[in-house]
C-alpha cells in the first residue's frame, strides 16, 4: 500500500527546516584524548545548533543528563517532547524537539518497536534493546496548515528487526495519511539508503520521499552520515534520513560535516532538509 499524494504546496508558503541527528549518549569510561570524550563534545553539539536553528529537530541517543547543550544551542524558544526506551529518563531517549514560536503542539505520542508497541521497554523481533518511534502533530502557525513528524532509531544489528519496525511506523503513518496530514521522518534507520530492507519498506513500498534523492538542490556533497570521528568521505553508506509524505517539496538537502571549535560533535553526521509542506486543515 502506497501513501496517497497530497496537492502541492503554494510557492509562497514559508518552508520549514528539518534535522535528523544521532547525538552519541556520553560514557564515564573515556579520556581526554577519546573523540567522544563528552566535555569535548557538548560546545560543538551546542554551537552546532545554534548555528543551524531547524524549526524541528529529531535526536537519537540522547540522555537526560545530556540535554543542556542542545538547550543552549536551540534556545528558549523550542520544547521537547519524547520518553525513554525504559520509560521515564531510564535509557536512551530519540526526542522531537520544535520550534514553539512556528509550531503549535497538537498531540504527541510514543509507541516501542515491538510487537507490543504500548508496553514500556518492550523489545521483540531480536532487537538488541528497547526501541521507540516517537510521533507529534502540529499546526504550523505560518500557514495554518497541520503536519507530522516521527523520529525513530532502528536496531543496529538484526535485519528483522529493522523490517519489522520500519513496518510499524508506516503502519502509525497511515493512520494520519488518512487524515490527510503530510509527514516528516527522521531518524537514525542503521540502514544504507536505496540498499536496504528498511528503506524498501518505507520508501519503495509505502511511498515516502527520500529527501536527499528528492530535493531540488544539494548543498554539500554527499558524505556518508558515520563517519565514527574519521575521514569525512562521499560515500553511499547514508544511514541517516530525513523522508516526507508525497506532496511534500524538499527544497534543498545537506548533510552537515562542520566542525565547531575543529570538534566533531557525533560518531554521525546531522542531515538537513529545507521542506515546503502542503496546507492541510482537519
Known amino acids: 500500500m502506497t501513501t496517497p499524494a497530497l496537492p502541492a504546496p503554494s510557492a509562497d508558503l514559508a518552508p520549514l527546516r528539518v534535522m535528523s541527528f544521532n547525538a552519541l549518549f556520553a560514557t564515564d569510561t573515556t579520556t581526554a584524548a577519546d573523540p567522544g570524550h563528552w566535555p569535548h563534545r557538548a560546545p560543538a553539539i551546542e554551537a552546532l545548533l545554534a548555528a543551524e536553528r531547524p524549526h524541528l529537530v529529531g535526536l537519537q541517543e540522547k540522555q537526560e543528563h545530556t540535554f543542556g547543550p542542545v538547550e543552549r544551542g536551540l534556545g528558549q524558544a523550542y520544547r521537547r517532547l ?73 536496531d543496529h544489528v538484526i535485519t528483522q528487526a529493522k523490517v519489522k519496525g520500519a513496518q510499524l511506523i ?16 527522521t531518524g537514525d534507520f542503521n540502514s544504507v539508503a536505496g540498499d536496504s530492507p528498511a528503506y524498501e519498506v518505507l520508501v519503495e513500498e509505502f511511498g515516502l520521499q527520500d529527501s536527499w534523492r528528492e530535493a531540488a538542490e544539494r548543498t554539500t556533497p554527499g558524505w556518508g552520515t558515520f563517519p565514527h570521528f574519521g ?44 521542506v515546503r509542506m502542503p496546507v492541510s486543515k482537519v
Not at 109 to 132: K, Y
Open 82 to 154: 519524547g520518553t525513554a526506551t525504559r520509560g521515564g529518563s531510564d535509557g536512551l531517549i530519540n526526542p522531537i524537539l520544535y520550534d514553539a514560536g512556528r509550531l503549535e503542539l497538537v498531540a504527541w505520542n510514543q509507541f516501542w518497536l515491538s510487537d507490543r508497541p504500548r508496553e514500556i521497554g518492550s523489545a521483540t523481533w531480536g532487537n538488541a534493546g528497547p526501541r521507540v518511534a516517537v510521533w507529534a502533530r502540529f499546526r504550523d502557525r505560518e500557514t495554518g496548515g497541520e503536519l507530522v513528524h516521527l523520529n525513530t532509531h532502528l
Open 231 to 274: 575521514e569525512v568521505e562521499v560515500s553511499d553508506f547514508r544511514i541517516d534520513w530525513i523522508l516526507a509524505s508525497p506532496g511534500v517539496e524538499v527544497l534543498e538537502a545537506s548533510i552537515n560535516a562542520s566542525r565547531p571549535g575543529g570538534v566533531f560533535p557525533s560518531d554521525h553526521l546531522p542531515v538537513q532538509a529545507s
Open 170 to 185: 508506516a503502519d502509525h503513518l497511515r493512520q494520519f495519511h488518512l487524515l490527510h496530514l503530510p509527514a516528516l521522518v
